[in-house]
Each structure stands twice: as structure tokens, then as C-alpha cells.
């Protein structure tokens, strides 16, 4: 089977291309990374200079092994039967071969092996450099570092001068001198520090702040207005003529602040959302009920046909509006920010910015006294220790001569300190593979834009996006997509490609981590598609239990089958399964599933110490 995509797969694991691929689910990214890396692994001096960096620590110990276990199936001669393990066995000989020549022993010494979280590289930097990262030393990171956040706000506000004039009063007044809203806007600044802390600094802002930021908010305003005069094009005669009515029919009844006029072709906001207050409830739904105070009476013949006239506009829309990407448009109306109408705003955002240098000191101090960082904090440290542009440090110098590809997983989850991080990693990249075009150095992004998961970790979405189209810095990258699913059946793939492209966006937008959909085409054919089995009556548990016991045996007596998964609604359901397995002596791994702790033979032995003692 020759694979639609396989081009795009051959270009992915060339040394000499800086790459971006998007890898959906399903579509074999392991392996993909794995022949990258052994591919770069037989160009190089020493294996270090290549680095694989992911996301956790379970998905860098997969890796690793999945690596070795190729170099000791391709020292072992052992049997190869599908394409793409061909592919590996060739890379995986060709960097045995390059290792006998330059003295590696990587079977033997797999710590060469660079494959590492982000954290624990980001980490390494910083221990490198304690003075210049501001980290002092050895991290410790907190998972959980809300009670960080607290203590920091706590004390900042605790000390923070409220008198007349200060900062802090002015954005206490302007949250009804609310302490609680003041520590929940705080807190959520400082979980997202690593998106403004480097840009803002000690920085104050003026006039020129204030017109660039009104400036970046007309365009955001004109760009959803004009998305949404094309959207409704077909219909803007008719809904501007029932507009004007509602709007005189409102101030006749003495509701002159709702009765804003509309101008289709303008982009004013107040006209705009009088579109938005006619066709939405308060809840942001379509309207199902026009009433008076609406703007729709149903005291004449007049009113009927116009009150008519606007409940067939509403069916129209809805109907047209299968995916649901008309009422989001409606919707964010609600939420398009006013610019220029308040000059108060702008002097509470000067407050608050003079005040975020100050709070984020108060956090390092937090941070110091606890023995504890968060994830942002070792990014941010990591970023210090390699220095700005102009003056690289003596570690951005060291890494720039040992560090030659670097490969990063799940790139979606990437944050903005971590991107940076890379940023500073590749400078210079560009350059160095124009004068050096035989011994590029390389940089390959692997992620599905579609999959990202760690927004709570202030991971952006679309700085993927932007790499993909923009590359990193100086360093352009080659786009790729893989499409071929391997991991389900035709008949589910088809499902996912119908249902879910009418739940994501229609066009990638950076600026709103809005993703489109990527369909996938299936590898597998719809003559392997699972089976249904039904079980039922009292003896249904047992013979679902011995049944699928059955089916293990089967499946693991095959030579080509690595591992089966068993899924189950909870933990109860499958401790059945688990004890009928350790009878039948089918090995089986469950993480808290069972526990040590609760084996029969453990409780003996727990018992026998707690005598003896």
C-alpha cells in the first residue's frame, strides 16, 4: 500500500530540512520522530548534539525505548515485515554503523540519548546559569502552584499603598474596591506572566502605547464586522429595513439608549450590536419570541407584517447556519471592546501595568521562601540564562557549537516563554545553514493544533499556527501534514471527518486559537473492523470476562501484535477482568488500577511484619 501522504513522511525525516508537522491522531508521530532522530543520529559527531524534547515524562520514556528497542532489533537482525519498519531497520543500521566508526556504544549507554522533558531541559539550562536565570540553584517544581499565586497576591496586596493616587487605589476603584476581584484579576495575571513579564519589564505606558492599543482594537472590531457583513450579505436589505423599524419603534416607546440606528456599511460598534440585541436572547441564543419589547408590537396590520418579516428572517438564518459559525460571529459582537470611548480605562491599565513588575517580585520572593517554582518560572529562567540578541550568554555560545537539531513534541502545547525559549535556541540557524548548506542545523516541530490540551499550563495554540506559517524567528520552516490514520477503522475515521469538521472553525486564526479541522484518511480497511459481542443475564459478567480472556490469548499468541488495550467505564468494572487475568497468567500493566497494596498475598506479608515487630 503506497500512503497518500508518504511524501510528505520522506520530506519529514530529511536531516537537512527544518520542518512543521501537523500529525493528527493516529498517524504514527512516534515513529515519524524516532526516524528523524536516527536519521540525524548518522550525521553527527556525537549523539548529544541531537535533542528531542516533549511534553511528559512518560511520553520522553516511550520514546527512549521505542529508540533503543530499534538498535537492538537492527543489531539482532531481528525480522521486519511492514514499510515503515524497513524504513527504520535502514536508519537504525546506518547509525550502528556510524557509532562503530566514532566509538558509541548507544544498546549500551542509552544516556546519550538527548530525549527530555521540557521542563527538566529548561531545568538544565538553569542550573547552568543560576546568577543570570535568577533560579539560585536547584528547582523544585510545583504541579499545583495556585497556593503560590495566593501568597504572593496576599502579601503584595497586604503591603501595597492604597493612598490617594496610587496605582493600586485607582484599580481598586475601578473594581468597586472589590479585594476579592482585585486578588482574582492578580492571580490570573500572574499565572500568565510569561506572556507579558518579558515584554513589559520596568516599562510605563504613554501616549504611543495608547494609540498603537487602539489602534490593534479598530482592527480587530473592523475585521469581525466585515466577516460578518459577507456573512450576511444576501440578507442586509432586508435586515437593515427591520432594524430602522425597530429602532423607531423603541424610541417611541421611550427606549432611546436601545434604539441605535444601523449602518451596514460602517463600522460602528453600537449600530452593530443593535443587530446582535435584535436577533439574540440576553443568554446569546437565537431569538424564538418577538414581543414589544423587542421592537416587534402586534398592535396594527403594520407591526404583524414587520413583527412577520422578522420571525422569517430568524428561520432563514438559523437554517443557513448548520455549523453553528453565524450565531458565534452574532455572539462575539457582545464581547468587541470599545476604543477610545473611556479615558478611565486607559488610566487603570497604566496602573496595572506599573504594578505587574512588582507583583511578579513579590511572587520570586514567594517562590524563594517556599523552596518552589512553577513551570512559567523555569521557562522564564531558561530564557534569562541564554541572554537577549545582542548579548548572548557564554551558555547560548556553548549550546550554539553542541546543540545541532533539535526535535520538539506535541508543539501545540507550547506557551509563549517556551516558544521564546526556542526562539533563542535557533538564532543565528538561518545564517549558519545559508554559509553551511551540507551541515544545516535543523529544527523539526511535531503537533496537532486540533489536540492541544494544556491550556491550564497557558499553553497557546496558536503560536503552532504561527510557526507552521511563519517559522521561528529568522528560521522558516517547511510545512507538513500527515493524513493516513492508523489506528482506526475506515468506518470510524469517516464518522470523525463528518462530524467533527462541522465543529471547528472554518480558517485558522493565530490571534484566536481558532483551529480548522484536518481530515484524516484511514489505513485500515473495513474488513478488520472490531466485532460486536452482546452479554446478558445473570451469567453475562462471566462469560464477557472469560470471553475477553479468550481474545487476549488470541491476540498476544500473534507475532505482530505488541500489546492489546482493554477500556472500561471505571476501575470497578475492570477489577473482574484483572483477577481472571493474573488466573489465566496474561500479563497486564494498570497504573492505580491494582494496586500492591491491596493483593491478598501483600496484606499476609503486612501482617506478618506488624507481628515479628
Not at 83 to 111: C, F, M, Y
Not at 180 to 197: H, M, N
Not at 291 to 308: C, I, L, M, Q, V
Request: charged share 25%; proline share 4%.
Amino acid at each position: 500500500m503506497t500512503l497518500p501522504d508518504l511524501t510528505a513522511r520522506r520530506r519529514a525525516i530529511d536531516p537537512r530540512l527544518c520542518v512543521c508537522v501537523s500529525a493528527p491522531a493516529g498517524s504514527g508521530k512516534t515513529e515519524l520522530l524516532i526516524q528523524r532522530f536516527l536519521a540525524l543520529l548518522a550525521r553527527v559527531d556525537e549523539p548529544e548534539s541531537v535533542v528531542a524534547i516533549t511534553f511528559t515524562r512518560k511520553a520522553a520514556a516511550e520514546m527512549r525505548a521505542r529508540l533503543v528497542g530499534a538498535l537492538e532489533d537492527a543489531s539482532l537482525g531481528q525480522a521486519v515485515t511492514s514499510e515503515h519498519g524497513q524504513l527504520t531497520r535502514e536508519l537504525a543500521n546506518a547509525v550502528i554503523s556510524a557509532g562503530a566508526k566514532r566509538g558509541w556504544d548507544l544498546i549500551a549507554t542509552p544516556s546519550r540519548l538527548r530525549i527530555q522533558t521540557i521542563d527538566s531541559f529548561c531545568g538544565e539550562l538553569t542550573r547552568q546559569m543560576p546568577i543570570l536565570s535568577g533560579s539560585g540553584g536547584e528547582l523544585r517544581i510545583s504541579d499545583d502552584a495556585d497556593p503560590l499565586y495566593r501568597e504572593a497576591v496576599a502579601d503584595f496586596l497586604a503591603q501595597g499603598d492604597c493612598s490617594p493616587g496610587t496605582d493600586m487605589e485607582r484599580v481598586l476603584l475601578h473594581l468597586d474596591n472589590n479585594w476579592g476581584s482585585a486578588s482574582d484579576l492578580l492571580l490570573r495575571l500572574l499565572k500568565r506572566r510569561d506572556q507579558w513579564q518579558r515584554l513589559l519589564g520596568s516599562a510605563q505606558l504613554d501616549e504611543r502605547h495608547r494609540d498603537r492599543l487602539e489602534a490593534s482594537i479598530a482592527e480587530l472590531v473592523g475585521d469581525e464586522i466585515q466577516q460578518l457583513r459577507t456573512t450576511l450579505a444576501p440578507e442586509m436589505e432586508s435586515i437593515q429595513s427591520l432594524l430602522d423599524y425597530r429602532a423607531s419603534v423603541l424610541a417611541a416607546n421611550g427606549k432611546t439608549a436601545d434604539a441605535h440606528g444601523f449602518e451596514p456599511e460602517l463600522d460602528s460598534l453600537a449600530g452593530w450590536r443593535a443587530l446582535c440585541d435584535a436577533l439574540l436572547t440576553g443568554s446569546g441564543g437565537w431569538r424564538k419570541r418577538l414581543t414589544k419589547a423587542e421592537g416587534f408590537p402586534n398592535d396594527s396590520d403594520h407591526a404583524k407584517a414587520r413583527k412577520a418579516e422578522m420571525a422569517a428572517l430568524l428561520e432563514r438564518l438559523q437554517e443557513a447556519d448548520s455549523q453553528g459559525q453565524l450565531l458565534a460571529s452574532v455572539q462575539a459582537l457582545r464581547l468587541l471592546p470599545d476604543a477610545g470611548e473611556d479615558l478611565a480605562h486607559w488610566a487603570v491599565l497604566r496602573s496595572l501595568v506599573a504594578l505587574l513588575p512588582r507583583l511578579a517580585a513579590q511572587l520570586l520572593l514567594v517562590f524563594r521562601r517556599r523552596g518552589q517554582v512553577d513551570h512559567a518560572q523555569v521557562a522564564l529562567a531558561a530564557v534569562a540564562a541564554l541572554g537577549e540578541d545582542e548579548s548572548p550568554t557564554e551558555l547560548a555560545l556553548r549550546l550554539d557549537h553542541r546543540l545541532e537539531h533539535l526535535l520538539v513534541d506535541e508543539f501545540q502545547d507550547t506557551s509563549s516563554g517556551q516558544f521564546e525559549l526556542l526562539r533563542r535556541l535557533t538564532r543565528g540557524w538561518a545564517d549558519h545553514n545559508e554559509a553551511n548548506p551540507q551541515a544545516a542545523r535543523t529544527l523539526m516541530l511535531v503537533g496537532d493544533a486540533m489536540q492541544s490540551i494544556y491550556g491550564f499550563r497557558e499553553a497557546n495554540v496558536g503560536l503552532f499556527i504561527q510557526a507552521r506559517d511563519h517559522g521561528i524567528g529568522d528560521l522558516q520552516l517547511v510545512p507538513l501534514e500527515l493524513e493516513v490514520n492508523f489506528r482506526s477503522t475506515a468506518r470510524i475515521v469517516d464518522w470523525v471527518n463528518t462530524h467533527f469538521d462541522t465543529a471547528f472553525p472554518t480558517a485558522d486564526d493565530p490571534q484566536l486559537g481558532a483551529v480548522s479541522y484536518s481530515a484524516s484518511i484511514p489505513a485500515i480497511a473495513e474488513g478488520e473492523t472490531p466485532g460486536l459481542q452482546i452479554f446478558t443475564g445473570e451469567e453475562g459478567r462471566a462469560g464477557e470476562v472469560s470471553w475477553l480472556c479468550d481474545r487476549l490469548e488470541e491476540g498476544l499468541a500473534r507475532r505482530e501484535v505488541g500489546s492489546i488495550a482493554v477500556l472500561g467505564r471505571s476501575r470497578n468494572v475492570l477489577r473482574p477482568f484483572l483477577a481472571a487475568m493474573r488466573e489465566r497468567g496474561i500479563a497486564y500493566a494498570g497504573r492505580d488500577l491494582d494496586p500492591l497494596a491491596q493483593r491478598m498475598v501483600v496484606g499476609d506479608l503486612l501482617t506478618l511484619c506488624a507481628v515479628l515487630q
